[in-house]
């Protein structure tokens, strides 16, 4: 089969590797129709996150169909269309009994290559992925739609874990993809004001179509100054923050009420400041949301109902023989550029 793969960090050779093989009785074979390029798989691009060891085929965002069931598949058959959850838990230690998947103590990662372990991703013409994270397409969902049901499902879970009450207040911190996804989560769950803040003027533009009430860019207007002038003085009662670097959490930090609660997605850098003082004073709750524990159905369901607007947030659709060329235009963060889907 044909594959994009990481050859060497910043560089991506579109050659010839092994197709995989159905091997275990509840193993799957997909023919993949559509893969996205996740801002994870770019960051590993050159190395800097430790978890893209090349030589790979990196990817975990993706739709296809089934080529060949195991012996021990029931829900099913050569033909279908699916989607499938990046991570490939157990289901059988403490936290997938819980339901906590994303927390699995065996979890694996599609396309991901660290010091525990190497999965080959979907940047290639076939994977192989056991049946239980596996999940049908619905109706007239297109498969560049459900390449993306990944980073949606994030999004839904992120907000599926936060505490938050009907017409309460939010803010989303950084509005690239993820970002995005939340604020149409939000806009589909809470009657609330959403406010959206980046430092990007067209992000932002997008965002408000996205069912963001403010939007305000930090590198031109205080935060606080746009939240008090809105009536939101005493600022917002749960903030999303999808970045991940310390300028960021501390602005997520400033706008969240007292007694509120911030929810952290992003994940940039791995180590960040905090505001202690400010944190425990005005004793707001802090939590993470770690990837997908169940909402691939919800997403879908969303999707299929137009309730989730995933179109526009592809910027491209592209051979995957021009995989590097793509790669390399995200990685200089080219401006307008969002989403990539790459068809085998």
Same mark, same amino acid.
Request: aromatic share 6%.
């Given at each position: 089969?044909?594959?994009?793969?990481?050859?060497?960090?910043?560089? !991506?050779?579109?050659?010839?590797? %092994?197709?995989?093989?159905?091997?275990?009785?509840?193993?799957?074979?997909?023919?993949?129709?559509?893969?996205?390029?996740?801002?994870?798989?770019?960051?590993?691009?050159?190395?800097?996150?430790?978890?893209?060891?090349?030589?790979?085929?990196?990817?975990?965002?993706?739709?296809?169909?089934? %080529?060949?069931?195991?012996?021990?598949?029931?829900?099913?058959?050569?033909?279908?269309?699916?989607?499938?959850?990046?991570?490939?838990?157990?289901?059988?230690?403490?936290?997938?009994? %819980?339901?906590?998947?994303? @927390?699995?103590?065996?979890?694996?990662?599609?396309?991901?290559?660290?010091?525990?372990?190497?999965?080959?991703?979907?940047?290639?013409?076939?994977?192989?992925? *056991?049946?239980?994270?596996?999940?049908?397409?619905?109706?007239?969902?297109?498969?560049?739609?459900?390449?993306?049901?990944?980073?949606?499902?994030?999004?839904?879970?992120?907000?599926?874990?936060?505490?938050?009450?009907?017409?309460?207040?939010?803010?989303?911190?950084?509005?690239?993809?993820?970002?995005?996804?939340?604020?149409?989560?939000?806009?589909?769950?809470?009657?609330?004001?959403?406010?959206?803040?980046?430092?990007?003027?067209?992000?932002?533009?997008?965002?408000?179509?996205?069912?963001?009430?403010?939007?305000?860019?930090?590198?031109?207007?205080?935060?606080?100054?746009? @939240?008090?002038?809105?009536? @939101?003085?005493?600022?917002v009662d749960l903030t999303l923050e999808a970045v991940g670097t310390?300028?960021?959490?501390?602005?997520?930090?400033?706008?969240?009420?007292?007694?509120?609660?911030?929810?952290?997605?992003?994940?940039?850098?791995?180590?960040?400041?905090?505001?202690?003082?400010?944190?425990?004073?005005? %004793?707001?709750?802090?939590?993470?949301?770690?990837?997908?524990?169940?909402?691939?159905?919800?997403?879908?369901?969303? !999707?299929?109902?137009?309730?989730?607007?995933?179109?526009?947030?592809?910027?491209?659709?592209?051979?995957?023989?021009?995989?590097?060329?793509?790669?390399?235009?995200?990685?200089?963060?080219?401006?307008? @550029?969002?989403?990539?889907?790459?068809? *085998?």
């Open positions: 089969m044909k594959a994009l793969i990481l050859t060497e960090y910043n560089k !991506m050779v579109y050659t010839d590797a %092994e197709k995989p093989r159905v091997v275990g009785s509840r193993d799957l074979l997909i023919k993949i129709k559509a893969a996205a390029i996740c801002g994870s798989d770019v960051h590993g691009y050159d190395g800097s996150t430790g978890r893209r060891i090349p030589p790979l085929i990196m990817g975990h965002e993706a739709s296809g169909v089934v %080529e060949e069931a195991g012996s021990g598949v029931k829900d099913f058959k050569p033909g279908d269309r699916i989607t499938f959850d990046s991570t490939i838990y157990c289901g059988t230690c403490r936290f997938c009994r %819980e339901g906590r998947v994303n @927390l699995c103590d065996n979890r694996r990662v599609l396309g991901v290559s660290c010091d525990e372990y190497s999965r080959d991703g979907v940047f290639a013409e076939y994977v192989v992925i *056991p049946d239980h994270i596996a999940y049908p397409i619905p109706g007239e969902t297109s498969f560049h739609q459900a390449a993306l049901t990944e980073p949606a499902a994030v999004a839904a879970h992120a907000v599926r874990i936060s505490p938050m009450s009907l017409n309460e207040t939010t803010a989303v911190i950084g509005t690239g993809l993820i970002g995005l996804l939340i604020i149409q989560v939000l806009h589909a769950v809470n009657s609330g004001v959403i406010v959206a803040v980046d430092t990007d003027d067209n992000r932002l533009e997008m965002a408000r179509k996205m069912g963001a009430d403010i939007i305000i860019n930090p590198s031109k207007h205080d935060p606080m100054t746009v @939240l008090a002038e809105k009536g @939101l003085a005493g600022g310390t300028p960021t959490i501390q602005t997520a930090v400033d706008m969240t009420r007292k007694g509120g609660a911030i929810t952290l997605v992003g994940n940039i850098q791995p180590q960040i400041q905090l505001p202690l003082q400010k944190i425990v004073t005005r %004793e707001i709750r802090f939590s993470g949301s770690c990837a997908i524990a169940g909402e691939y159905p919800l997403v879908l369901d969303m !999707m299929a109902r137009n309730k989730l607007d995933v179109n526009s947030l592809i910027s491209a659709v592209a051979p995957l023989s021009e995989g590097d060329h793509w790669f390399k235009r995200l990685y200089a963060r080219e401006a307008g @550029l969002l989403k990539v889907v790459l068809e *085998p």
